[in-house]
């Protein structure tokens, strides 16, 4: 089975700040590998598919990069809605999310 | 813009039968495949199951023995029962449209998400 895992955990962060984030799974999966933003109390928000697509109305200053194995994801300037917990997934082998990283304020 | 609502009872007693449904708004459940995700409170996210109208279905290894997804198109909505529930089982549970492009599977709608608590 595919393993996936994440780091950091978490990570605290000013407004601004350049954020990465990584993924990586036990396999290759070549670029079956998706991003999600989750805030307390909600639904997660799809970021990112396939790697490095945007998805349609998210802004610009996230990225995606990757395949293989490691994956990215990058907050270029950090904003104050920001601060949520990001869960990468992949779809190689069934479908699994990564445990996540929480963003929170420094 | 598709919309999906989650419904169900909030409170199942351990050894009973976990019932939710889907409803689809904005567009036809016939076209698309459709999942259910689930969250333990404080923790991270686990896919449970996938079906397409077809009523092809795939299931997280972990839970499929115990796992029943069907689709109602005449209610534009999807089901989801998950038997023989623990304590384990307490969880936000999320419905959510599934976008497969070539190989690649994303959950590109949700649910607002319903917590469904195991207790006696």
């Known amino acids: 089975d595919i393993q996936m895992t994440q780091s950091p955990s978490s990570l605290s962060a000013s407004v601004g700040d350049r954020v990465t984030i990584t993924c990586r799974a036990s396999?290759?999966?070549?670029?079956?590998l998706n991003w999600y933003q989750q805030k307390p109390g909600k639904a997660p928000k799809l970021l990112i598919y396939?790697?490095?697509s945007l998805k349609s109305g998210v802004p610009s200053r996230f990225s995606g990069s990757g395949s293989g194995t490691d994956f990215t994801l990058t907050i270029s300037s950090l904003q104050p809605e920001d601060f949520a917990t990001y869960y990468c997934?992949?779809?190689?082998?069934?479908?699994?999310f990564g445990p996540g990283t929480k963003v929170d304020i420094k | 813009q598709v919309q999906l609502q989650e419904s169900g009872p909030g409170l199942v007693k351990p050894s009973e039968t976990l019932s939710l449904t889907c409803a689809v708004s904005?567009?036809?459940?016939?076209?698309?495949?459709w999942s259910w995700i689930r969250q333990p409170p404080g923790k991270g996210l686990e896919w449970i199951v996938y079906?397409?109208?077809?009523?092809?279905?795939n299931h997280n290894p972990s839970l499929k023995s115990r796992v029943t997804i069907s689709v109602d198109t005449s209610k534009n909505q999807f089901s989801l029962k998950l038997s023989s529930v623990t304590a384990a089982d307490t969880a936000v549970y999320y419905c959510?449209?599934?976008?497969?492009?070539?190989?690649?599977?994303?959950?590109?709608?949700w649910g607002q998400g319903t917590l469904v608590t195991v207790s006696s």
């Open positions: 997934q992949q779809s190689y082998d069934n479908l699994l």
């Open positions: 959510a449209k599934v976008k497969k492009a070539g190989g690649i599977f994303y959950f590109d709608y």
């Open positions: 079906i397409y109208n077809s009523g092809s279905a």
């Open positions: 396999q290759y999966i070549s670029n079956y």
């Open positions: 396939a790697a490095s």
């Open positions: 904005g567009g036809s459940i016939s076209s698309y495949y």
